[in-house]
């Protein structure tokens, strides 16, 4: 069955970095476009970065724009987000999707990301 | 960028009831690429709708979605105690997704 399965959330403070992973199993990871979708506490959700199956195009919402990067490694079924110059809205519970029909259609559990001195 | 609004914001119902949840976009959505989900307290979000009215696998079929343009529903047509939770609409277009704020749907 489709697994996803983010890691690398935590504590951080303002302007520094962080990066996220997300692991992938149960399907063929390399065929299927993936996202960063993430949820501000007891806020609404918000798309932040997508990435094509091959990593050829990468694409970002304007919040993050600059700052944060997608990447993918085919050969490890793995997602990543880095994060740089975090700030305090940039908190969240990050969440990894797949791609199916323009939409998510598999969701990881999260990870949360506090950005607090 | 398309911005979505949905309303009403909250939707106070009793199991059996039909609900209807609706979903306004500040220009077409292009090809029809507009999703609804289903989000539960300490969850994360589960497809229930792509491409405007086709149902994700295992959604059951009191869920249905409808629209064109700018204007999408959601209908539940008659409510189970399990689909009390918060729905979100979402849009892709030019490689770009957003997602609408939410309806909360709450037992009356």
């Known amino acids: 069955q489709v697994q996803l399965v983010e890691s690398g959330g935590g504590v951080v403070q303002p302007g520094r970095s962080l990066r996220l992973s997300c692991a992938a199993s149960?399907?063929?990871?390399?065929?299927?476009?993936m996202h960063w979708v993430r949820q501000a506490p007891g806020k609404g959700l918000e798309w932040v970065a997508s990435?094509?199956?091959?990593?050829?195009?990468?694409y970002y919402s304007d919040s993050v724009k600059d700052r944060f990067t997608i990447s993918r490694d085919n050969s490890k079924n793995t997602l990543y987000l880095q994060m740089h110059s975090l700030r305090a809205e940039d908190t969240a519970i990050y969440y990894c999707?797949?791609?199916?029909?323009?939409?998510?259609?598999?969701w990881g559990q999260g990870t949360l990301v506090t950005v607090s001195s | 960028e398309i911005v979505l609004t949905q309303s009403p914001g909250t939707l106070s119902l009793s199991p059996g009831e039909r609900a209807t949840l609706s979903c306004r976009a500040s220009?077409?959505?292009?090809?029809?690429?507009l999703a609804w989900y289903q989000q539960k307290p300490g969850q994360a979000p589960r497809l229930l709708i792509y491409g405007i009215s086709s149902r994700a696998t295992g959604i059951p079929d009191r869920f249905s979605g409808s629209g064109s343009g700018t204007d999408f529903t959601l209908t539940i047509s008659r409510l189970e105690p399990e689909d009390f939770a918060v729905y979100y609409c979402q849009q892709y277009s030019y490689s770009l997704y957003t997602f609408g704020q939410g309806t909360k749907l709450e037992i009356k």
């Open positions: 999707a797949r791609e199916d029909y323009y939409a998510g259609g598999y």
């Open positions: 149960g399907f063929t990871f390399g065929s299927y476009g």
């Open positions: 220009q077409s959505v292009s090809s029809g690429y």
């Open positions: 990435v094509w199956f091959d990593g050829s195009d990468k």
